[in-house]
T-cell receptor
Framework: DTGVSQDPRHKITKRGQNVTFRCDPI?????LYWYRQTLGQGPEFLTY????????KSRLLSDRFSAERPKGSFSTLEIQRTEQGDSAMYLC???????????FGPGTRLTVL | GEDVEQSLFLSVREGDSSVINCTYT??????LYWYKQEPGAGLQLLTY?????DMKQDQRLTVLLNKKDKHLSLRIADTQTGDSAIYFC???????????FGTGTRLTVIP
């Protein structure tokens, strides 16, 4: 399968715990994006990478959130000291730079109790 | 700022045509997209249109763009039960690299 994959698909955690999600983009796509989708809403942009460089961060990405893409392939999104308001679907997408089609993974659904 | 609006719900009978509408505010948008999301799943890119086009057709899908009114529509011909999903309109303004999404339209196809 050459699509975007995300792990885990579901995560339940208690408030105050740290969580980390992983995204594996389509092979050789040099751009990788993170979005957050809350119930009944469209996805909202969080951040994106071109290769290993994080080029843009949304104001939604508070200092409790950090994303990395150390080797320009997979990416991780960590949320520290989770809050109930962090409960959402976290979506990853990838594309080629300069190409407008972003391909999405299945998402990681986070529930913070 | 960017604002993309869609009606929340649409119901159609199987075999009829569905028309899902979207309005956007950023006149500098270069590309406009339609994505489909089935329950519990990620987003599937259906089609997109460049801002200098008025229409794009791809099998059962027809996209119409009215730049003057900043209105985008997606027509699905011969709607099937498998088309039941949430459809998102999205835009990429000039100079931006990310997508701005609408709230989505939940399409229900009645057998």
């Amino acid at each position: 399968d050459t699509g975007v994959s995300q792990d885990p698909r579901h995560k339940i955690t208690k408030r105050g715990q740290n969580v980390t999600f992983r995204c594996d983009p389509i092979s050789e796509h040099n751009r990788l994006y993170w979005y957050r989708q809350t119930l009944g809403q469209g996805p909202e942009f969080l951040t994106y990478f071109q290769n290993e460089a994080q080029l843009e961060k949304s104001r939604l990405l508070s200092d409790r959130f950090s994303a990395e893409r150390p080797k320009g392939s997979f990416s991780t999104l960590e949320i520290q000291r989770t809050e109930q308001g962090d409960s959402a679907m976290y979506l990853c997408a990838s594309s080629w730079a300069g190409v407008n089609e972003q391909f999405f993974g299945p998402g990681t659904r986070l529930t913070v109790l | 700022g960017e604002d993309v609006e869609q009606s929340l719900f649409l119901s159609v009978r199987e075999g009829d045509s569905s028309v899902i509408n979207c309005t956007y505010t950023d006149s500098s948008s270069t590309y406009l997209y339609w994505y489909k999301q089935e329950p519990g799943a990620g987003l599937q890119l259906l089609t997109y249109i460049f801002s200098n086009m008025d229409m794009k057709q791809d099998q059962r899908l027809t996209v119409l763009l009215n730049k003057k009114d900043k209105h985008l529509s997606l027509r699905i011909a011969d709607t099937q039960t498998g088309d039941s999903a949430i459809y998102f309109c999205a835009e990429t303004p000039t100079g931006a690299n990310n997508l701005f999404f609408g709230t989505g339209t939940r399409l229900t196809v009645i057998p």
